[in-house]
């Protein structure tokens, strides 16, 4: 089974801070990584994923996450965020070799960017 | 269509009566999934289908729940005599198939069941 833990349940941080979103993961497969993000009054959109390779992925508005299979981890990191970021982050994993991707997801972060 | 369409957007019912929930993946899309997102479960996953036929129905939280897919393309997720407790939102996504392929979520049903 899987379970993904999603540290922090709110982030308040203020606009052009860096920000770390955390998240770790426990399987007894190995699996692929995501990071989705819900928008007020919109529904979920991928931000990235992690499925093999660079274990540092990027997304096209500057977010990055880098995959550490050591410590299970799979952080999402922004060196700088605008207010347009404020949204809730969900962490997300699925098992390799089910043919099929069951997402199992963490409880969210919302992150809450002031002026 | 463009991405997944859901209907209703919102359903208000009473407890015990049943409701069916609709979803349109995009088009050309063979996987279809149903989650479910509550404040005291956050997002889950009920079940999905490839194609017609639904492989993994572990999230199924009680035998009042089922869904059908037919033809390859819409899904119907079915909640028979409601509880309170079902009240959530009830979201689809699809995906072209592969376990790699981003799966693209609709904006969900909003039920509360009073």
Same mark, same amino acid.
């Given at each position: 089974?899987?379970?993904?833990?999603?540290?922090?349940?709110?982030?308040?941080?203020?606009?052009?801070?860096?920000?770390?979103?955390?998240?770790?993961?426990?399987?007894?497969?190995?699996?692929?990584?995501?990071?989705?993000?819900?928008? &007020?009054?919109?529904?979920?959109?991928?931000?990235?994923?992690?499925?093999?390779?660079?274990?540092?992925?990027?997304?096209?508005?500057?977010?990055?996450?880098?995959?550490?299979?050591?410590?299970?981890?799979?952080?999402?990191?922004? &060196?700088?965020?605008?207010?347009?970021?404020?949204?809730?982050?969900?962490?997300?994993?699925?098992?390799?070799?089910?043919?099929?991707?069951?997402?199992?997801?963490?409880?969210?972060?919302?992150?809450?960017?002031? &002026? | 269509?463009?991405?997944?369409?859901?209907?209703?957007?919102?359903?208000?019912?009473?407890?015990?009566?049943?409701?069916?929930?609709?979803?349109?993946?995009?088009?050309?899309?063979?996987?279809?999934?149903?989650?479910?997102?509550?404040?005291?479960?956050?997002?889950?996953?009920?079940?999905?289908?490839?194609?017609?036929?639904?492989?993994?129905?572990?999230?199924?939280?009680?035998?009042?729940?089922?869904?059908?897919?037919?033809?390859?393309?819409?899904?119907?997720?079915?909640?028979?005599?409601?509880?309170?407790?079902?009240?959530?939102?009830?979201?689809?996504?699809?995906?072209?198939?592969?376990?790699?392929?981003?799966?693209?979520?609709?904006?969900?049903?909003?039920?509360?069941?009073?």
């Amino acid at each position: 089974a899987q379970s993904v833990t999603q540290l922090d349940s709110q982030v308040p941080v203020f606009e052009e801070a860096p920000v770390e979103l955390r998240c770790n993961y426990s399987s007894s497969v190995s699996v692929y990584l995501f990071w989705y993000v819900q928008y &007020p009054n919109q529904g979920l959109q991928l931000l990235l994923k992690y499925l093999s390779g660079s274990t540092l992925v990027e997304s096209i508005n500057g977010f990055e996450a880098e995959f550490n299979k050591s410590q299970t981890s799979f952080h999402l990191r922004k &060196p700088s965020v605008h207010i347009s970021d404020t949204a809730e982050y969900f962490c997300a994993v699925s098992p390799i070799g089910g043919g099929y991707n069951k997402l199992i997801f963490g409880a969210g972060t919302r992150l809450a960017v002031h &002026p | 269509g463009a991405g997944v369409s859901q209907s209703p957007s919102n359903k208000v019912t009473e407890k015990g009566k049943d409701v069916e929930l609709r979803c349109d993946p995009i088009s050309g899309h063979t996987a279809l999934y149903w989650y479910r997102q509550s404040l005291g479960q956050g997002l889950e996953f009920l079940i999905y289908f490839q194609g017609n036929s639904a492989p993994d129905k572990s999230g199924l939280p009680s035998d009042r729940f089922s869904a059908e897919r037919t033809g390859g393309s819409v899904s119907t997720l079915t909640i028979q005599r409601t509880q309170q407790e079902d009240s959530a939102v009830y979201l689809c996504a699809s995906s072209s198939g592969s376990p790699q392929e981003t799966q693209y979520f609709g904006p969900g049903t909003r039920l509360l069941v009073l």
